[in-house]
């Protein structure tokens, strides 16, 4: 087994794949649903109300659904990345 110096170790590489998916989904969420980021945080904190009798939803089906495909790119997305890290053999 050959080590790289210069290669972060696989803490670190995991670390920083973990650390840049919220990053990722973000952007993703912000871009297709076409949102700021303050939108984005906004809406995250929302939460379904009643105005005179009727709920008012804090997301849309359309946004909801919109919402979970891109969770399930960005998840198989991580998977794919972390699982290709391994140590180098040589």
Same mark, same amino acid.
């Given at each position: ?41 906004? *809406?995250? !904190?929302?939460?379904?109300?009643? #105005?005179?009798?009727? +709920?008012?939803?804090?997301? &849309?089906?359309?946004?909801?659904? *919109?919402? !979970?495909?891109?969770?399930?790119? #960005?998840?198989?997305? +991580?998977?794919?990345?972390? &699982?290709?890290?391994?140590?180098? *053999?040589?």
């Amino acid at each position: 087994m050959s080590i790289d110096k210069n290669e972060p170790n696989v803490l670190n590489r995991l670390h920083t794949e973990f650390s840049t998916v919220a990053v990722h989904f973000r952007n993703r969420v912000c871009e297709e649903c076409n949102y700021s980021t303050p939108t984005f945080y906004r *809406k995250m !904190r929302g939460k379904d109300k009643k #105005v005179e009798g009727k +709920l008012v939803p804090a997301l &849309s089906n359309a946004e909801k659904d *919109k919402i !979970r495909e891109i969770g399930e790119d #960005v998840k198989n997305d +991580l998977i794919t990345s972390i &699982s290709g890290i391994r140590l180098k *053999k040589g």
